[in-house]
T-cell receptor
């Protein structure tokens, strides 16, 4: 069975600092992995996704994530945080096959301090 | 292209009242979803529709019913609202494949007193 663990429900960084949001997954089949972002009072939108092509995936707004099979991780990074990055971030794993439902992590709230 | 739209945006109900949350997408997507979001609990799937005419239960279906009215519309009904159903409800859709991006609506904030 698949599962997703996001380490740290709250992360705080200074503006200009590295952003690192952690996601570990378990999956019995090759996973499809997603990061979504939710800005205050909005719906979720896709940041990036891994679908078994390149292991380093680049997304919108300067974010990227690296799929590491040996570590079962898909951590999200951004070299330099901006105030506008303050949001809730969700990692999700696809169940594979024809199952189009996702398993969601509990989310990480990112605060960016001036 | 409006994407995924949801109505209403806000709603307050009394315990025992019923209501229907509406969702529509104009992207010709095949699959649609209803989630609820509660603090510290992430997103939980209520119901899912793989295609027009089919629906399937998710993790937390109790107290809810759904209708996939046509390809565009997927409604969520609370027959007898309870305070435990106070939440933010999101509708989402994907075109077809299991690697496709889910597109989300703006959400409905429901309070049950």
């Amino acid at each position: 069975a698949q599962s997703v663990t996001q380490l740290g429900s709250h992360v705080s960084v200074s503006e200009g600092a590295l952003v690192l949001l952690r996601c570990n997954y378990s999956s019995s089949v090759p996973p499809y992995l997603f990061w979504y972002v939710q800005y205050p009072n909005q719906g979720l939108q896709l940041l990036l996704k891994y679908t078994s092509a390149a292991t380093l995936v680049k997304g919108i707004n300067g974010f990227e994530a690296e799929f590491k099979k040996s570590e079962t991780s898909f951590h999200l990074t951004k070299p330099s945080a901006h105030m506008s990055d303050a949001a809730e971030y969700f990692c999700a794993v696809g169940r594979g096959g024809n199952n189009r439902k996702l398993i969601w992590g509990l989310g990480t709230s990112l605060a960016v301090n001036p | 292209n409006a994407g995924v739209t949801q109505t209403p945006k806000f709603q307050v109900l009394k315990t025992g009242q019923s209501m229907t949350l509406q969702c529509a997408q104009d992207m010709n997507h095949n699959s649609m979803y209803w989630y609820r979001q509660d603090p510290g609990m992430g997103l939980r799937l209520i119901y899912y529709s793989a295609s027009e005419g089919t629906t399937d239960k998710g993790e937390v279906p109790n107290g809810y019913n759904v209708s996939r009215l046509n390809k565009r519309e997927f409604s969520l009904r609370l027959e007898s609202a309870a305070p435990s159903q106070t939440s933010v409800y999101f509708c989402a859709s994907i075109w077809q494949g299991n690697t496709d991006t889910q597109y989300f609506g703006p959400g409905t904030r429901l309070t049950v007193l």
